[in-house]
């Protein structure tokens, strides 16, 4: 069946250092992926997303890398601080779904 | 910022009871949406609900569950008689165009549910 998940369910990372959060989905026809945070108490909050007709995107201090071939997602924070701290949850969902399949989420735990 | 509440923050009831979550979606969205997050599992999707009817229904949203959109700015998840397993976090979202990759979703801050 399908599936969205993660590779690691922590990462802690030394602040200002680069962090890459990995991600495998396994439903080839997903054609629309998305990166939330949810921090301790919250809804998930939206990061950056892309389409399947792109391999790269490119936001503030964060970059979604897809590599359709072997159905891998990455979230790539740059400089990473303090309030970077939080769950990453990387997401999926094909064109005409309503619904967003999430994965089992990244624990990203920056250290001082 | 717009954004979506949902109250109550936190609710306890009893085995069998009927609960009811409320959501106000950002006022301009149309598209609403109920997730649910048992504690330190992924976030999963219950149902999505568009011009008064549900487009779109997981397998988890059985019979026990049901939506709602009362009037202009309330939308309601009920569960008619909660079981132990119901308890999590239900998360409400809404977005402006439908599907997700027509726009980004939002989503509130959620309800926990706990279930004795």
């Known amino acids: 069946g399908e599936s969205v998940g993660l590779h690691l369910p922590t990462l802690s990372v030394q602040e200002g250092d680069n962090s890459i959060i990995n991600c495998a989905y396994s439903n080839s026809a997903s054609d629309y992926f998305i990166w939330y945070k949810q921090e301790s108490g919250k809804g998930p909050q939206f990061i950056i997303d892309?389409?399947?007709?792109?391999d790269k995107r490119q936001g503030q201090r964060v970059t979604v890398l897809l590599n359709k071939t072997v159905k891998h997602l990455s979230l790539q924070i740059a400089a990473t601080q303090p309030g970077d701290s939080a769950v990453y949850f990387c997401a999926e969902s094909r064109s005409n779904d309503y619904k967003l399949s999430f994965g089992a989420g990244t624990t990203v735990t920056v250290r001082a | 910022e717009p954004e979506v509440t949902q109250t109550p923050s936190h609710q306890v009831t009893q085995m069998g009871q009927e609960v009811i979550l409320r959501c106000v979606p950002i006022s301009n969205h149309l598209y609403f949406y109920w997730y649910r997050q048992i504690l330190g599992q992924k976030v999963e999707f219950l149902v999505s609900f568009y011009n008064n009817e549900i487009s779109e229904k997981s397998e988890i949203f059985d019979d026990q569950f049901s939506v709602e959109r009362p009037d202009g700015s309330n939308f309601t998840l009920k569960i008619r008689s909660t079981k132990l397993e119901d308890s999590a976090m239900y998360f409400c979202?809404?977005?402006?165009?439908?599907?997700?990759?027509?726009?980004?979703?939002?989503f509130g801050e959620g309800s926990r549910l706990t279930v004795l």
């Open positions: 892309i389409r399947s007709n792109m």
């Open positions: 979202a809404s977005n402006l165009q439908g599907t997700p990759g027509t726009g980004e979703l939002f």
